[in-house]
């Protein structure tokens, strides 16, 4: 995973700066990964053996549910290339960059691949884990022939090349422009219907690997937090965060700001150290079984001002009156609206001034996904949605704070995947 503070210094400053910055964070980070651990993260014990991958099985099952929404919405096949829906319905986890490697699922009959020739075998490989991976019907394309004269004629082999196609949200203008020309006949049109129809609503068994997705980062955290120290830079805290949950088993990160740089919500590419006394802002997570956690905390080393405290408790009366209001039925912007009510009530105030940002994004494979917790969002949530619950108010010059616990929708109301941050001074609720 990458962090969003590292992307920033990647896309948002001039080489020269980001040159000299990177090697600082990597001089830092690589001390710090050369000492030993410290005893809080060097006793975590490894959770690996709890998380069991997805299933052939479960993967047909998303079929069976994929094509009973294309005929809800009028849909005779979807289109699918390399990303997390691919993931989601195959198991194939592919990168080709520019070259068009994809798969056609239609409402009706069998599915197809379109792929480049080079790539046949280690396609095929994959494939035959998907669900109907026997005897696949893969179509290989050479690097001076057009891949989008293939799905066109696979449409017409279907008998759907005069019907509805969807697209699956991320597939690049250059790939969705290409099959409209080869497949004039076709109407593209949007598979977000069918493919956030079906990954909005979590399985039992994907609500497990997120579970234990958030109490890993939260466990990483807790271990990072008690062995902060005044003087650490921001790789270095970084690094302990990485190291804390390998040792749990599984890839994880987080970005880490400090005092006046918490009020950037996604973090400052200026160098920062953690003292005594400043607010220091966590936010990350961690991929078990392909699935996300997105945790926030936000914590002081020692002694926490007053208006520090009051901002806390707001954020936090924000958190809990989001997770009450939410369970199926309610619309998505009313989640939003309670949590800013208490922000507003609380004097930060009005609108997006304090709380810049939406309450909360869709959580499953991707770390933002569908639905999103914002105003004027009319869905409704429906039970086992997960999402993120992540208040926050942002002074600007002084600090910011946010908490941020992944959100499971139930039957009759919705849960935490972790506890709740009780205080800026005991953040995991170990005093």
Not at 12 to 17: C, D, L, R, W
Not at 229 to 247: K, Y
Not at 270 to 278: K, S
């Amino acid at each position: 995973m990458i962090s969003r503070r590292r992307f920033l210094e990647a896309g948002s400053i001039t080489a020269g700066v980001a040159m000299a910055s990177s090697v600082r964070a990597a001089a830092s980070a690589t001390e710090c990964s050369e000492q030993k651990a410290p005893p809080s993260i060097a006793s975590l014990k490894s959770r690996k053996n709890e998380a069991t991958p997805i299933t052939r099985e479960e993967r047909a099952q998303r079929w069976e549910r994929a094509r009973q929404l294309m005929g809800e919405n009028a849909l005779d096949g979807i289109l699918l290339m390399e990303g997390t829906s691919l993931k989601y319905f195959t198991g194939i986890r592919w990168w080709g960059g520019e070259r068009t490697f994809a798969l056609v699922l239609p409402q009706k009959g069998s599915p197809f691949y379109v792929c480049p020739a080079f790539e046949e075998g280690r396609a095929r490989e994959q494939i035959a884990n998907a669900p109907e991976g026997e005897n696949p019907d893969v179509r290989i394309w050479q690097e001076d022939q057009s891949p989008y004269q293939l799905i066109a004629q696979g449409l017409k082999d279907r008998s759907i090349a005069n019907g509805k196609l969807g697209l699956e949200e991320t597939v690049r203008f250059v790939f969705a422009e290409g099959i409209s020309k080869a497949a004039a006949q076709t109407t593209v049109t949007s598979a977000t219907p069918v493919t956030a129809g079906c990954r909005m609503i979590k399985s039992p068994h994907e609500i497990a690997l997120m579970r234990l997705a958030a109490q890993v980062t939260l466990a990483a955290y807790q271990a990072t937090y008690q062995a902060l120290h005044d003087g650490m830079t921001q790789p270095q805290v970084e690094e302990l965060v990485r190291q804390a949950h390998e040792q749990l088993g599984f890839t994880g990160d987080a970005d880490v700001q400090v005092g006046e740089f918490s009020a950037f919500p996604h973090g400052s590419v200026t160098p920062q150290v953690v003292h005594e006394g400043t607010i220091v802002l966590m936010d990350g997570g961690c991929m078990v079984e392909g699935y996300a956690s997105d945790i926030t905390r936000t914590f002081v080393l020692g002694k926490a001002s007053e208006k520090m405290k009051s901002v806390f408790d707001i954020v936090h009366r924000a958190q809990s009156a989001a997770l009450a209001a939410a369970r199926p039925g309610v619309e998505c912007g009313a989640i939003d609206a309670a949590a800013r009510k208490v922000v507003t009530d609380g004097g930060y105030g009005p609108d997006y001034k304090y709380f810049t940002h939406r309450l909360g994004h869709g959580m499953g494979m991707d770390g933002h996904e569908w639905p999103y917790l914002v105003r004027g969002n009319k869905a409704k949530l429906q039970a086992n949605m997960t999402t993120s619950d992540e208040p926050g108010i942002y002074i600007r010059g002084e600090f910011g704070i946010r908490l941020e616990d992944d959100m499971h929708v139930s039957e009759n109301g919705a849960e935490l995947f972790t506890p709740q941050s009780p205080s800026l001074e005991d953040p995991f609720g170990k005093a």
